[in-house]
Structure formats: structure tokens, C-alpha cells
């Protein structure tokens, strides 16, 4: 097989740390350079129902072609269980080390919708740690499917977003559909609005900056059984500094709260908030900024 033609993201001092980074790892990992990389944002609910949002955080694949029906995943933040697997469409999967399982199961569905049926390698990273509190599985799902279904695809051609979401919620029906929407869907500044016919998204604005406001995670640190205390608190303790709203993002289990936020209120938010769990010695929930971002694209 010869080498694609996209091999010079790794070491372009110009790109983005994070993409070049998944370009260099597929090539450490497998031998070549990616014949694409893709980004995918992380993404969030809004406080009102059937909204949903990018925010820019985003998670990447880079993947190459191969015609020997092989599969090889890796992933950096998995460095010791990268594996080889035969691309099977049916019948039991192969045994996969436990973070495999998921980007597997989409290369099977991809498959037998005819996408890369003669075999990928795979790289897959994140920017986030489920830590953060935003589902870090839907962003890489989509990439995959965007990074797999591009490498096998007509050169130039742009995937079918609307059919591999539907393939993904057919393939992971455990995954969050109306975030993996918005990764497909979402425009920076404005939410999506779910519920519309398919093939035709609509959108209304959603644009903090533009408002004079800011969009904060806060995700709490403190064991599972307490967190749901400890978001409770947290949302009280930023509405009483002057938050204008607070509602949960969408991951499960829920470990974090969006807060939007007056400018002029940002300081006295997160001091409330880390003051009053510095005292009894709690972890102090960690603020992430959050801009509202667009969708899923191609990054070489």
C-alpha cells in the first residue's frame, strides 16, 4: 500500500498541537501517515428542551485505508492496549481491549453499510477527560465515522452526515443522539434545534460573548455518591453570585454544570464557588470556558 498523500500534519509547525498530535501517533503506531484527520467537538445540552450546541473542544481521528480486511486501533491515552483486529460484519466481535469495543463497533457498522470494508487504522485522542463532565464518547464516535467513512469514500467527497447518524444510533443505541447531532450539525453562535425534518436542521442564536456573558463548566471532583450534592450546591452558590442560569450538560453520570454567566460576574462566581469548598477541604470544581462551536470537519 503506498503512503497517502496527507502525511505532512505532523509535522506542520502551523496546525493545531492536537491534530498534528493524532497524525503522529498513527504513524508511530502503524507505520504511515493518516490519509485524513478529522475533528469532532465536544457537545452539550441547553437548559431548554430539544437544544444542543458545540462547544470548542474537540476530539480527533486520523485514519488510512487498507485493503487486507485488518483493522489496527490505538489511542494515546490508552499507549499499551493498541490492537489488530479482523474487520468481521457479523457474528460475535472479537475480543478488544475494553476502550476498543466502542470505535469497533462503529468500523463494523461502517462496514456493513459499505464503508471501509477492506480495513482502517485507526488513531483516535481527545482534548477532554471524562472528568470534565462533557460525554467524550459521541465526539469520537462521530469522528471515526467522518475519518472512516472519508478514507473510503471518492477523493474529495464529503460523508453523508445525515446517514452516519443515523448509522450511529442504530450501532451504539447506548450513545447520546441529539449530541451526536449537534457534532455533525452545529454552527458557531447558534444552537440546534432538534425535532426538525431530517436533512434540514434548523438553528436559533446562542451566542454568550455577543450578550456580554461567558459560558463556564464546572465540574465537581468528589466522590460519586456525593456529587449530586455537590452540583446542587454548586448551582446555588453561582446563582446567589449572580449567575444567570445553570443546567446540566448532558453527560452521563452527570458530574458537571454549565453556568452562564454576566461578565462582570465571572470573578465573584468562582470565588463563591471555591471558597465554599476550600473550607471543609473538598476538591474545588474546576471552571472550563466554553465557546460555542461548529460542527465536525475535516482537518487534513
Given at each position: 500500500m503506498t503512503a497517502p498523500a496527507g502525511g505532512g500534519l505532523a509535522r506542520r509547525a502551523t496546525a493545531d498541537p492536537l491534530f498534528r498530535l493524532v497524525a503522529y501517533a498513527l504513524e508511530a503506531a502503524h507505520g504511515r501517515p493518516p490519509a485524513a484527520v478529522w475533528s469532532a467537538p465536544h457537545a452539550f445540552h441547553l437548559g431548554s428542551p430539544g437544544l444542543?450546541?458545540?462547544?470548542?473542544?474537540?476530539?480527533?481521528?486520523?485514519?488510512?485505508?487498507?485493503?487486507?480486511?485488518?483493522?489496527?486501533?490505538?489511542?494515546?491515552?490508552?499507549?499499551?492496549?493498541?490492537?489488530?483486529?479482523?474487520?468481521?460484519?457479523?457474528?460475535?466481535?472479537?475480543?478488544?481491549?475494553?476502550?476498543?469495543?466502542?470505535?469497533?463497533?462503529?468500523?463494523?457498522?461502517?462496514?456493513?453499510?459499505?464503508?471501509?470494508?477492506?480495513?482502517?487504522?485507526?488513531?483516535?485522542?481527545?482534548?477532554?477527560?471524562?472528568?470534565?463532565?462533557?460525554?467524550?464518547?459521541?465526539?469520537?464516535?462521530?469522528?471515526?465515522?467522518?475519518?472512516?467513512?472519508?478514507?473510503?469514500?471518492?477523493?474529495?467527497?464529503?460523508?453523508?452526515?445525515?446517514?452516519?447518524?443515523?448509522?450511529?444510533?442504530?450501532?451504539?443505541?447506548?450513545?447520546d443522539d441529539a449530541l451526536r447531532r449537534a457534532v455533525f450539525f452545529a454552527r458557531p453562535g447558534e444552537a440546534l434545534l432538534l425535532g426538525a425534518r431530517a436533512g434540514r436542521p434548523r438553528y436559533v442564536g446562542f451566542d454568550p460573548a455577543a450578550s456580554r456573558a461567558r459560558l463556564v463548566l464546572a465540574a465537581v471532583r468528589g466522590e460519586p455518591a456525593e456529587r449530586p450534592a455537590e452540583l446542587a450546591r454548586t448551582v446555588a452558590l453561582a446563582r446567589r453570585a449572580g449567575a444567570l442560569s445553570a443546567w446540566p450538560p448532558g453527560g452521563r453520570p452527570e458530574r458537571s454544570v454549565l453556568l452562564l454567566l454576566p461578565e462582570a460576574r465571572v470573578a465573584a462566581v468562582r470565588a463563591a464557588v471555591a471558597e465554599d469548598f476550600r473550607d471543609p477541604g473538598r476538591p474545588v470544581p474546576p471552571f472550563l470556558n466554553i465557546s460555542v462551536a461548529g460542527a465536525a470537519r475535516r482537518e487534513h
Open positions: 444542543v450546541a458545540a462547544a470548542g473542544w474537540p476530539a480527533a481521528a486520523a485514519a488510512a485505508p487498507r485493503d487486507d480486511g485488518l483493522v489496527r486501533l490505538s489511542s494515546l491515552a490508552h499507549p499499551a492496549d493498541g490492537c489488530d483486529l479482523p474487520l468481521t460484519r457479523s457474528g460475535p466481535p472479537p475480543a478488544a481491549p475494553a476502550w476498543a469495543v466502542r470505535p469497533y463497533a462503529v468500523l463494523r457498522a461502517l462496514a456493513r453499510a459499505g464503508h471501509g470494508r477492506g480495513g482502517t487504522d485507526l488513531h483516535v485522542q481527545g482534548s477532554l477527560t471524562a472528568a470534565a463532565g462533557l460525554s467524550t464518547a459521541d465526539p469520537a464516535d462521530c469522528a471515526v465515522a467522518l475519518a472512516v467513512a472519508g478514507v473510503h469514500g471518492p477523493p474529495g467527497a464529503e460523508p453523508d452526515r445525515e446517514g452516519l447518524a443515523r448509522l450511529l444510533a442504530g450501532a451504539l443505541p447506548d450513545g
